[in-house]
């Protein structure tokens, strides 16, 4: 079934395995994107097997189909594919940019790589290695350390899950194991593909069919439930840091709920340029930090805003106080000229990314997950321009934008007092 | 299609634009010849620390004013100290051309208020403080002083808490004076505009600077054998960097470097990649050509296990010798199409072209279309290579670390 979006830019075509695959034109380039998200990423690792989609990651790139280790990498560098594969919360993404008439020869690739993995033997121990030396390393940044500790923190399970998971788990996984989870987690239903760049829609679906067709579907694996309300409150990491670093966090609405806008509307004000509020009332008017932000993270079944500052240890209090008033600042409602700026900046964004095959691709795909459809970047905009400035203070002031969570890595606790 | 256009104004300042009439979007950047390598020591910090004060204000926009017309532009914008070059640029919709003009414009020429420099030191501060708890950073900078040693290239971007917090207004003032010369910047414009109308904006914007000599010294550095640990006890993991001589920034060496590098020591698919990465040894290996002005360097970054450190090195320093007896004409091939399908990919965003464009124009003062690069790319060879590998040979190698104790 062929199911024509905007018959000129978009489409979108569902494959009998339940795949589907979701296409943009891009004008004016000489490049395509192509993204892959499987329903794999560390939201399904088994409970006992914390980390092992980052694993899988790493060893579904070790050959795949005809093609071992060094030759799969060896022909796509002589394809000129620029590539990644790494697991997120919800989904394994598998991207891949490159020059458009090179994509007819490297979607095959990438159905090896989702359909027919070589996961050899020798490459396991290394992909798990890799791991473990990625939660090392995240011990020696503090910044990275601090949003792992604040997720955990805040989120309910399975979502305040980090990729790199558990020592203990990835030391007990086997290869075995994971083989058999890689067949249980990588079936087409529920996986997306897209493809965004100078494409025709006819000639990249019929290639996509002959590549991914063939995807036995299988019955998806119990994926975790929702576990525990998660601990939230105030957590202290003690350590020697040169800054204190400082991370909030409240719950907020899901992306495909209808408030998402206002959500994302709120982040702009908050942190959306120079001249949004914490920048210019945290780092300009005080001096107190360089870096200081929000970020609006949704899912489809819920969403938060994370909030991030990093100060030296004598000025730690009081940029956590500042933000605070930022943060309680808001129930006041927004000046029409701080909405005006706002607004502009989230619509020019929305322009650049349309010159981006990569980031239109990315796009439709999470677009199709969240809504069903890619939507194109007209009703964006007609979506952000939608916000008027009585809706959005309607909205804040009933709100709460008070931090469930509060954590800090530093030399020394910070006084916090949740309401 | 494309089409390039170069004026200059009566004070020395280039006006260089690649017109992309197709393009959504407008990328516009100052790049300024000057960065750590042109300070002395007393001011080691300042042109950063300046960079930061360049959106404080004029005499005709406060600080938030400068804030607020980027926001009201929806620009993306940003700005970027080097050891040599200082940029700032904004990327914005084509209507918004001459507003975001007159606005870098009017920063060039920066009020410095004393104020707003006490304000921005602690923020300065700030940034440094934030780099140190970043090892890689913190390794960079101890292998660019060990390698260039007394030469400009290896003086701290940032500069220390100490070099800041004794700098002064007047020695800020002072260094802005003698660096900013219309003939010592470029403006640079690519994606969608009208040349004619960019040329007024530009007279009518920084016309009336006034034109400055400025100069930059150029010495040869010294490079040596020389071996450095550096411990933190805090650290789980070890870190090393090294850096030898490589081609400069204005020699046709260059190209055939690059090829190299990538072949060499790429993220992905390269013979460090194959020798570390892959078999989990290091999660982290890089072997890149940094081409300085009139200087060069070759590159090397890795992380590791404290307990594979020496093995590790090893291997780095054993690829280098590798590649210098047996490095493949296939491989030159492949990392030919990697580096071109990358410069086309990075070439289709107006800010990815201006970003080449202008430090171009800075290091080589000229301008070359992106068929032009590719077919230069085209023509390396395998024999352009090796002479690349006879001439440079990894050799002396400089070899900094990070981590906890050894031995």
Known sequence: MSLSVDHTMQAVHSLPNGLTLVMERVPNVRSAAVCVLTPAGCMSDPADALGSSGVLADWLMRGAGDRDNRQLTEYMDSLGVQRSCAAETTFMRLSASMLSEQLPKVLPVLADIVQRPRLPDDGFAPAVDLSLQQLDAIEDEPSQKLALLLRRQHLPEPWGREVVGRREHLQALTAQKLRADYHRRFIPRGAIISIAGNIEFAAATAWVDKAFGGWQSGTPGNGSTKGDRPQRGVLHHHQQSNQVQIGLAWDSVPENSPQSIMAKTTRGILSGGMGARLFSEIREKQGLCYSVHVGYQAFKELGCFIGYAGTAPDRAQRTLDSFLVELRRLRQGAANDELQRCQIGMKSGLIMQGESSAARAGAIAFDYHHYGRPRTLDELRRQIEGVTLDGLNAWLAQTSFEPATVVTIGPQPLEVTLR | ?407
Not at chain 2, 2 to 25: R, Y
Not at chain 2, 307 to 321: D, F, G, H, S, Y
């Open chain 2, 1 to 407: 299609m494309v089409e390039f256009k170069h004026a200059q104004l009566g004070n020395g300042l280039d006006v260089i634009a690649e017109i992309n009439s197709a393009a959504q979007s407008t990328a516009i950047g100052f790049m300024v010849k000057t960065g750590s390598r042109d300070e002395t020591p007393e001011v080691a910090g300042v042109s950063h620390f300046l960079e930061h004060m360049m959106f404080k204000g004029t005499a005709r926009r406060s600080s938030a004013d400068v804030n607020r017309e980027f926001d009201a532009m929806g620009a993306r914008n940003n700005a970027f100290t080097s050891s040599e070059v200082t940029c700032y640029w904004a990327h914005v919709l084509p209507e918004f051309l001459p507003q975001s003009l007159d606005l870098l414009a009017d920063m060039m020429r920066p009020s410095l208020r004393q104020e707003d420099f006490d304000m921005e030191k602690k923020v300065i501060l700030e940034e440094i403080a934030l780099y140190l708890d970043k090892p890689a950073h913190v390794l960079y900078e101890a292998v660019m002083a060990d390698y260039f040693g007394p030469h400009a290239l290896g003086k701290s971007v940032l500069g220390t808490h100490e070099s800041i917090s004794a700098l002064s207004q007047p020695q800020m003032r002072q260094y802005f004076d003698a660096r900013y010369g219309p003939g010592n910047m470029v403006l640079a414009v690519t994606g969608k505009m009208d040349f004619a109308e960019l040329m007024d904006l530009a007279e009518k914007a920084c016309g009336h600077w006034k034109h400055l000599d400025v100069q930059r010294r150029y010495e040869q550095p010294v490079a040596a054998p020389r071996r450095r640990h550096i411990t933190d006890p805090k650290l789980k993991r070890h870190y090393i960097a090294m850096m030898c001589p490589g081609p400069s920034a204005q020699d046709e060496n260059r190209y055939g470097a690059q090829v190299l590098a990538d072949v060499i020591g790429d993220h992905d698919g390269s013979r460090m990649y194959w020798a570390l990465v892959d078999p989990g040894l290091a999660d982290e290996v890089d072997f890149s050509f940094y081409p300085h002005d009139h200087a060069g360097s070759f590159f090397v970054y890795a992380s590791c296990d404290p307990a594979r450190r020496e093995q590790v090195e090893a291997i780095l320093l054993n690829e280098l010798k590798k590649a210098a007896a047996d490095v493949a004409d296939h491989e030159i091939q492949r990392s030919k199409t990697k580096i071109a399908t990358g410069s086309v990919l990075g070439g289709e965003l107006p800010l990815g072209r201006m970003r080449s464009m202008i430090a171009r124009w800075i290091y080589n003062n000229e301008y070359k279309t992106l068929e032009e690069d590719l077919t230069r790319l085209q023509a390396i060879d395998h024999a352009e290579v090796c002479g690349v590998l006879r001439q440079y040979n990894f050799e002396p190698m400089t070899i900094t670390s990070l981590g906890p104790p050894v031995g």
